[in-house]
């Protein structure tokens, strides 16, 4: 896009935008074959990179990173690039192939498997839960992180949180349990206007038919979710899968075994938190005196 202020053209210093995963086979193959399309689509119409880039508002740079399959292309450059090139939809069709590759391998493939779920029972003791996080509540947490993330990794952790939040649109709608911590809804991570925001948001979705949101308080004597967090993700087939710091070394697990003692500490951790309706009305009282 053009930076109609400074009347320049965006290029690899400026666009944010999103570097491909060295370790995603899969997603290299895809980035690559875009950006060979493009370049034949290109080169047939006569256009020389350079030429090309200033018609969509990207530098050369950009432009040959793209085609080289060096950097994934955002929907309005393919937009773009299918009216520049008259390539009649073809170039724009494109975006969904781009959009599956979009975000990191290990986050797509959790994503996946949360939107095959029947059931999910998560809790995190350290921070809101990822499906619960707002854009700038997510932003703010990734910007803590030390080593740093890079502009473009935040950019894409922010991107992926928010497209996994596509969970509570499902039709069926899945059967999810949130236990969250009531440190972690009092910590004003990135300020305290995102807090309230995203207390208002943790409102809207607790009152959602499918979901049960309960708070793990302080002030509590006895704790089973000392160890870490948990995830259970339960299918329609019956099968299941489970992960946590504690067992098989966070590695996802599947044995019956492993998911028994994760299911067994899920229900003792939610036995010592407060009811979903308790839960509402604490989370109301602290975005009152936020």
Do not use: C
């Not at 039709?171 to 009531?182: H, K, Q």
Request: charged share 30%.
């Amino acid at each position: 896009m053009v930076d109609r202020e400074a009347g320049r053209l965006k290029g690899e210093a400026d666009e944010p935008g999103w570097e491909v995963d060295p370790d995603d086979e899969w997603g290299l193959a895809v980035i690559a074959t875009v950006g060979r399309q493009l370049r034949l689509r290109r080169e047939a119409a006569g256009l020389r990179a350079g030429e090309f880039g200033e018609r969509v508002g990207y530098g050369e740079d950009m432009v040959y990173k793209i085609e080289g399959g060096k950097r994934i292309p955002r929907p309005e450059y393919l937009d773009d690039a299918d009216r520049v090139l008259e390539a009649g939809g073809l170039l724009s069709a494109m975006k969904e192939d781009v959009e599956k590759v979009r975000y990191p391998k290990k986050v797509r493939a959790l994503g996946e498997l949360e939107a095959k779920a029947v059931e999910l029972q998560l809790y995190d003791p350290l921070n809101i839960h990822g499906l619960l996080q707002t854009p700038e509540y997510a932003r703010g947490l990734l910007l803590m992180r030390r080593p740093a993330y890079s502009s473009d990794e935040v950019e894409r952790f922010i991107a992926a949180r928010v497209a996994r939040g596509a969970v509570f649109e499902r039709d069926p709608a899945p059967e999810i349990g949130f236990v969250v911590e009531e440190w972690s809804l009092r910590r004003p991570l990135g300020g305290r206007a995102v807090l309230r925001n995203q207390l208002a948001h943790l409102l809207e979705v607790a009152r959602l038919r499918n979901v049960e949101l309960q708070v793990m308080p302080m002030d509590r004597e006895e704790h089973a979710g000392t160890d870490g967090g948990i995830d259970v993700l339960k299918f329609a087939d019956g099968s299941a899968v489970g992960r946590s710091p504690v067992v098989a070394h966070g590695r996802p697990v599947h044995e019956p075994k492993h998911l028994r003692i994760l299911e067994l500490r899920y229900g003792i951790i939610r036995a010592q938190a407060l009811t979903p309706r308790e839960s509402l009305a604490f989370v109301e009282h602290l975005l009152g005196e936020t």
